[in-house]
């Protein structure tokens, strides 16, 4: 029985016959850490697409500064826009006038 090196630093080997990816005697702990890790930052992904929740490198009680940062943000953008169509409104206003 032979089997393909997947891993060789984390000790992992796959089973041709059977299928699956295995440890070959070593222990799984360093890749199930990193498995953690990488949860953690996919879970604060999902906390910053919803504007709430402490995030990872952020400080105490900052925990809705997303969603304040987001309202700001679309104030503005919703300010300059309507400036911009307004402009564009009272520009045809004097055109069609004079």
Do not use: C
């Not at 016959?17 to 953690?36: F, H, N, Q, R, W």
């Amino acid at each position: 029985m032979a089997y393909i090196q997947v891993l060789p630093e984390f000790g992992l080997v796959a089973d041709p016959m059977v299928g699956i990816i295995t440890s070959a005697g070593e222990s799984l702990s360093p890749v199930i850490e990193k498995v953690a890790a990488l949860e953690a930052v996919s879970d604060d992904l999902v906390n910053m697409l919803s504007g709430e929740g402490n995030l990872l490198a952020s400080f105490p009680n900052r925990e809705q500064g997303l969603a304040i940062g987001g309202t700001i943000t679309s104030l503005w953008y919703g300010f300059a826009i309507g400036l911009f169509i307004a402009g564009i409104i009272a520009f045809q206003l004097i055109r069609a006038v004079a």
